[in-house]
């Protein structure tokens, strides 16, 4: 492809040219018309004064007969015609001008007495001065200049049509460009002085016998303010042409198709004034059949441009004889063939064959596929028909039932005269419409031969299919009177296919379309009919009919000797049920719902007054199940109760016991010296500490009884509690004693305390506890104030002051015992206590690790009066000194620990 181009430096040289020149009307097809005063164009005038508004980009802006032309570089054109006889101009804003130099990019026709192309202006409507370019007068061709008279004394020789860049100047014409004439006349000076353009396309001359109109293409018009140079004119026109030049191309350099034909014309629809193909053609577009290079010529604006292509792939059209539908005997086959076949093509038929020609003997479609290097392409089918064209109708059935034929054989030529068909099963059949039963399910090719009345024949085979049926079994579970009988669904369904439907009809009583449903038959009759009828989604379906006999039954019973029965007794029940045709095989007892046994007999306690359900449910060998209910009344006990003044005394007790049961018609007292009294109330004297048994017991009008018994106690009054566990603590001068407390009485609950805690011999602080504290129980004390102390004693001691307890004839009080425990770990003599001393006195020792130490008390004279040996434990030890025996005086204490000895002075007050 090369496309013409034109010259830049033209291009430039031209805007400088013209550069300094205003443009007063500039007006774009695509851009509207535009001028210095003040833009768009106000209005659209036609001939007949009527003006259209010109809103901008509204369709109001167009002039009457405005058509776009898109060969013009994708540039829009206005075009003018007629379609009155009246003339249509163009009206712009008007300006007045001395000198002008104008260009316009139009298309013209050649059409002899008609005004192509023309500017001009008028003073109060009388015509002043124009341009005028082909036919300016009736007959004449040529350009023209105009003032008043209208018609100037040159023309040219040759009238424009086509694309064209026209320029006009006062005293000058140029064409595409090119200066194409000059007026004659060295002194012509162009428009009058002050001339009014204000429209362009036609004069509406009175005095005329023809109307001279603007007809053609508009693309662009430019108005200059002046007179501009030839190489400006020129310049400018070549600028024109650049901007409006449609670019020639036809495609790309070379292209490989597929086709039998193509066309090659101009890309983009553009359109140029002159076309010429390599082919001598010489319109827009050409078809070829052949592959080759071809180019084009072209020539717009006076330019030529010039664009090849080569062109591969063209095939011939793919053709074949025959071409058209035909019919077809089976006994006289033909061929068909490849019309011109081309050297170096492949030709594969429909049917396989693969070359320029193909058998035909049976009926079918019938085309060949051209294969070249780069393209395959289907020849136009066509049809070929059987004389006869055999066919048959049948239904799927299920095994069991007939198949019924139908024959839908259609003769093409003659009538159908006979017909074979092979059943697909070793059996066959000359009828039309035959039936037939086969033996087995499946699928049968069933195969029909057709004849028609001219000998020609031809035969369809088509697959036939027989339904395999289900089998409808089932079994029953329960033939008792009046149970349910549970039915089983056994039937047996094809593979690959499923139930769709169940049916069962139980001797016209009640259906079902349940699987496996049940039923209960009414106990009037033994013998029933049962149907299931099987339907899968092959649409086949069977059934089962069977006969079932329901004679079996068992009616429960319950017996038992008694009917009622004091609460707490023991009662036995029996299975005394009736079974016809069965026998016995499993029973289940329920005492109030509740499951209490399982064989044929039952033994049962009955503890709560009231009236008791038993129930039996009896099931036989053959599932036979019934049931049965019996009802004991529970009597109610009376309920023994009595009230003591006390259960515990000491001797002489006397007890007293009123009777307080309830539903007792009689009492019975019993105990506790073997006595028997029947009143409401007792009294007895106990005389002897010990335990004894009081009994009572009740009966009521039923002979239901109660008793009970009671523990009296008779104790002597001693109460002794230790004291256990003593532990003294020191926290900067404060003490606080803790310990356990143990009642050791025999009977006796301790029910106060009053206790003190001292601080070596020194009796600080006094508490007293009350509650309670059974025999042998531990009680955990610890003193709730703190003893402050300075002078860091070696032991604490607790003292049981008081202790007593609450019995019904009032308070016993016994002094407890006293405990003592060392605070020190280290060796210590505390002194004794009391001292002086007339019995007694005690010296609390501190050992730090258990042995034995000896001690002696001596007389002021050194004389030994008392020595001996002491077992100590590690911790506090109470030594027990007896002065009872001593004379009165002063003594020393004195205690040997390994190497150390500590010593004390004891007086005696008084001799024994």
Request: glycine share 8%; net charge negative; proline share 6%.
């Amino acid at each position: 492809m090369r496309p013409y181009v034109l010259s830049l430096f033209a291009f430039l040289m031209g805007q400088l040219a013209f550069s300094q020149q205003p443009v007063i009307v500039h007006w774009d097809a695509d851009q509207n018309l535009t001028t210095n005063q003040g833009g768009k164009v106000t209005q659209w005038v036609s001939a007949d004064a009527s003006a259209r508004s010109a809103a901008p980009l509204s369709p109001q802006i167009a002039p009457d007969h405005v058509a776009s032309v898109g060969q013009l570089n994708g540039h829009a054109a206005v075009a003018f015609g007629i379609t009155n006889a009246a003339v249509q101009p163009l009206y712009f804003p008007a300006i007045t001008i001395d000198t002008a130099s104008v260009f316009a990019v139009v298309n013209l026709p050649a059409v002899a007495n008609t005004m192509h192309f023309y500017v001009a202006g008028d003073v109060n409507g009388v015509y002043s001065g124009g341009f005028w370019v082909g036919g300016t007068q009736p007959g004449t061709d040529g350009f023209g200049w105009g003032s008043q008279p209208p018609y100037a004394n040159w023309q040219s020789t040759s009238e424009v049509t086509g694309w064209a860049v026209l320029a006009m100047r006062n005293n000058g014409f140029w064409l595409n460009g090119a200066p194409v004439s000059v007026h004659p006349s060295p002194s012509w000076s162009g428009f009058p002085h002050s001339t009014v353009i204000n429209h362009m396309g036609g004069i509406d001359l009175p005095w005329a016998t023809n109307q001279y109109i603007f007809k053609g293409y508009l693309a662009e018009m430019m108005i200059f303010d002046g007179y501009l140079s030839d190489s400006a004119m020129s310049a400018k026109s070549d600028s024109l042409v650049a901007a409006h030049l449609p670019i020639l191309d036809i495609g790309p350099d070379t292209i490989d198709t597929c086709l039998t034909s193509l066309v090659l014309e101009p890309a983009g629809g553009h359109s140029f004034g002159r076309h010429l193909w390599s082919t001598g053609d010489t319109s827009r577009s050409i078809t070829i059949t052949q592959n080759g290079t071809y180019w084009i010529e072209t020539e717009t604006f006076g330019r030529i441009q010039y664009d090849t292509i080569t062109v591969n792939g063209i095939i011939p059209p793919p053709l074949m004889e025959p071409s058209n539908d035909t019919l077809l005997c089976k006994e006289s086959p033909f061929w068909v063939r490849v019309v011109n076949p081309q050297p170096g093509i492949t030709y594969t038929w429909s049917n396989g064959v693969v070359g320029d020609s193909a058998f035909v003997n049976q009926a079918g479609t019938y085309f060949y596929q051209l294969s070249s290097s780069n393209c395959t392409v289907n020849s136009t089918p066509i049809q070929v028909s059987s004389h006869v064209l055999p066919d048959f109708a049948s239904q799927e059935i299920c095994l069991g039932d007939t198949t019924s034929f139908t024959n839908t054989s259609v003769p093409l030529a003659g009538f159908i005269s006979e017909w074979h068909y092979d059943f697909g099963d070793g059996n066959s059949d000359t009828l039309q419409n035959p039936k037939h039963a086969y033996q087995q399910a499946g699928t049968y090719l069933v195969q029909l031969a057709a004849r028609n009345s001219l000998g020609c024949s031809d035969t369809i085979v088509k697959p036939v299919v027989v339904k395999e049926p289900p089998v409808a079994n089932f079994t029953n579970q329960g033939l008792c009177k009046g149970q349910p009988v549970q039915f089983g669904n056994t039937s047996s369904i094809p593979s690959g296919f499923f139930a769709t439907s169940y049916q069962w009809r139980f001797d016209g009583l009640d259906s079902s379309q349940n699987v496996s449903p049940s039923f209960t038959f009414p106990q009037q009759t033994d013998t029933f009919w049962v149907s299931l009828e099987v339907g899968i989604n092959n649409g086949c379906k069977d059934d089962s009919v069977r006969q079932i006999v329901i004679n079996k039954s068992v009616d429960a019973q319950v017996f038992s000797e008694e009917d009622s029965i004091c609460a707490g007794g023991s009662v036995g029940f029996l299975d005394a049920s009736q079974y016809q045709n069965t026998q016995a095989a499993n029973f289940s007892w329920f005492r109030n719902n509740l499951a209490v046994g399982s064989s044929d007999s039952l033994q049962l306690v009955f503890s709560n007054a009231g009236t008791q359900s038993i129930g039996l449910i009896v099931n036989s060998s053959d599932n036979c199940i019934d049931t049965a209910a019996f009802e004991l009344e529970v009597i109610p006990n009376p309920e023994a109760a009595v009230e003591l003044n006390s259960d515990l005394g000491i001797p002489p007790f006397a007890l007293q016991a009123v009777n307080q049961s309830s539903g007792a018609s009689s009492v019975e007292w019993y105990g506790p010296a073997g006595f028997t009294v029947t009143n409401d109330s007792l009294f007895v004297l106990l005389s002897d500490t010990g335990l004894y048994e009081l009994g009572l017991r009740t009966e009521n009008f039923f002979g239901c009884s109660d008793s009970l018994s009671k523990t009296i106690r008779v104790i002597p009054a001693n109460l002794e509690v230790l004291v256990e566990g003593l532990e003294c603590s020191d926290s900067a001068g404060y003490y606080t004693g803790s310990f356990v407390l143990r009642n050791v009485s025999e009977f006796l609950d301790v029910n106060g305390l009053d206790i003190s805690f001292s601080l070596q011999g020194a009796s600080l602080l006094r508490e007293v506890w009350e509650d309670n504290l059974a025999p042998g129980a531990l009680l955990p004390f610890e003193f709730t104030a703190q003893v402050f102390s300075t002078a860091s004693p070696n032991y604490c001691c607790v003292q049981l002051n008081e202790l007593w307890s609450n019995l019904p004839s009032g308070i016993y009080s016994e002094e407890g015992g006293r405990i003592c425990s060392p605070i020190q770990s280290g060796l210590s003599l505390s002194p004794p206590v009391p001292n002086p001393s007339s019995g007694i006195t005690e010296l609390f020792i501190i050992l730090p690790e258990t042995e034995t130490v000896e001690w002696n008390l001596s007389s002021a004279s050194g004389a030994v009066v008392q020595e001996d040996v002491l077992e100590g434990a590690k911790g506090l030890n109470v030594l027990r000194l007896d002065l009872s025996a001593v004379e009165a005086g002063v003594y020393t204490f004195e205690l040997r620990y390994r190497d150390r000895a500590l010593m004390e002075r004891i007086v005696r007050t008084t001799a024994p």
